[in-house]
């Protein structure tokens, strides 16, 4: 999972562009970038947060009216500074490129570029390899007249990219001499927005993975980069646009669920009401299971979980309390890299408030159960501070599988739900009750209003059901 964005306006763009880095540091804190360009590229990129990465006076250096921005999380490649995006290829015209996503077909693809291609690949991140291949393929066109002509060019380039290139990639870039592109994987598996803004009767377009800055930097949301869909803004300011391809819309539940941040649209979706009556679908199921068993106190797993934990706690008719506090100056536990890091920091971050737990009855409302670590500490926490009793629910079912599309769930031994029952879970987590969320039910808070056009979610994790081609998941572990 990563934060893209891309913007091109009529005056200056970085420090819009540092603005939606530091709006979507939620989706990635490894590393962050930027990438614009006037007559020639200009870049600024480091490891660590954006208030870290830059400054004023890298900012100013940044020149131009058009850029990418990228915040990482690293889901392919190792963890270095070569691998921070966005990365860049001088060949044709200058190109740049941001990429949330992950490809899942880049051995081949790597032995395409470098062996078929005689490219060099400097790095192990799939972006490297999808700029490649979409500088190869609009290197085999001829020298374009007209934006029409080039727009001709991306069509093609990217239409190549469709067929060929399997997994997850949103994508923005900038082409140097040319302007700003934008394409969506034909399944839209990670999220695209979009939205406009008027300066003084022209348009600025900004495109990014959510929406949560838009407000701030004044633009109006005009919807999604449809799945499959190519976008081309050209250096004049004219957008061309061509929906390329178009296959089952397979958007991943889980930004729902865990990452996207709660004020952001994405598939014209509210995050926030879709968390609400993620809350509403489990406390129907708590109501129905467990008619007899009502907690003293509802209180949520710090701070996704906040959202569905105060619609679970009005459903059932039970206070909604902050039993654990949260320091926000640590970062999100599952996007820190190694086990016993994010255990550690589970203490470092969360404190439980004793006044709200001692002798009572806990129910704790949680976003996921992902590895466990986390839940258990929790609770463990929950439990030292006197809880009477701890009931435990989660607004998504078990995560048994790992995600091959961007997520950071790379075997299945690291899932707690992959090989325990849900009664070995709850003891293991120690526990009185554990009630997950149904799929049925965790769909249907998803899509149950708005006008979007949601096929069937991306629910690999959950069902084992990879939406790439429709392969199972032993079918693609195999490859
Ligand atoms: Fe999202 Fe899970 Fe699908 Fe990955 S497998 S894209 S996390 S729903």
């Avoid at 250096?61 to 500074?81: A, Q």
């Avoid at 880049?106 to 005689?118: C, R």
């Avoid at 490649?132 to 085999?140: F, Q, R, S, T």
């Avoid at 293991?428 to 965790?442: H, T």
């Amino acid at each position: 999972m990563c934060g893209i964005s891309g913007i091109y306006s009529h005056n200056p763009v970085a420090s819009e562009l540092y603005e939606s880095v530091v709006h979507q540091q939620h989706r990635g804190q490894d590393a962050a970038g930027i990438m614009t360009y006037d007559e020639r590229m200009h870049k600024h990129k480091g490891l660590g947060l954006a208030r870290d990465v830059f400054t004023e006076d890298n900012i100013s250096l940044l020149k131009g009216n058009v850029g990418i921005s990228h915040n990482r999380y690293p889901t392919h490649g190792e963890f270095g500074h070569g691998e921070i995006q966005p990365m860049w290829t001088s060949v044709p015209y200058g190109i740049s490129m941001a990429h949330n996503g992950q490809i899942t077909n880049y051995d081949e693809l790597v032995e395409e570029v470098t062996k078929k291609e005689k490219r060099y690949l400097n790095t192990t991140s799939d972006t490297e390899v999808l700029l490649h291949i979409l500088a190869k393929e609009l290197d085999n066109n001829g020298v374009p007249n007209t934006s029409e002509e080039f727009f001709n060019h991306l069509c093609e380039a990217v239409g190549t990219i469709f067929k060929k290139v399997k997994g997850a990639y949103s994508v923005t870039g900038i082409v140097i001499g040319k302007g700003l592109i934008v394409f969506r994987d034909p399944r839209g598996i990670r999220p695209l927005v979009r939205g406009e803004r008027d300066t003084n009767g022209k348009k600025d377009y900004i495109f990014a993975s959510e929406n949560t800055m838009f407000y701030s930097l004044g633009y109006e949301p005009t919807g999604n980069v449809l799945p499959g869909e190519l976008i081309y803004i050209d250096n004049d300011g004219e957008m061309f646009s061509k929906r390329l391809v178009k296959e089952e819309f397979n958007p991943c539940i889980f930004e729902y669920v865990y990452f996207a941040r709660p004020d952001a649209v994405l598939n014209d979706v509210g995050v926030y009401r879709s968390r609400l009556r993620m809350g509403q679908n489990l406390a129907y199921a708590w109501k129905e299971k467990y008619p007899d068993v009502k907690p003293d106190i509802v209180i949520p797993a710090p701070s996704t979980a906040n959202t569905s934990a105060l619609a679970f706690a009005h459903e059932i008719g039970v206070r909604y309390s902050e039993g654990l506090y949260k320091n926000h100056f640590i970062g999100r536990t599952f996007i820190m890299t190694g086990q016993e890091e994010r255990r550690r920091s589970v203490r470092h971050k969360l404190v439980p408030q004793e006044t709200e737990i001692r002798d009572k009855k806990v129910m704790i409302v949680d976003d996921s159960i992902v590895r466990g670590n986390t839940s258990r500490e929790i609770v463990r926490m929950v439990k030292d501070a006197g809880a009477k009793e701890v009931y435990f629910v989660s607004a998504c079912p078990p995560v048994q599988h790992p995600c091959y599309y961007g997520v950071d769930m790379p075997t299945r031994n690291e899932l707690i739900a992959s090989s325990k029952s849900i009664d070995t879970i709850k003891k293991d987590l120690g526990v009185d009750i554990l009630l997950y969320q149904e799929i049925d039910d965790l769909v249907e808070a998803v899509t149950r209003r708005g006008d979007h056009h949601i096929d069937n979610p991306c629910m690999a994790c959950l069902d084992g059901h990879y939406v790439i081609n429709g392969r199972k998941v032993h079918e693609l572990i195999k490859e």
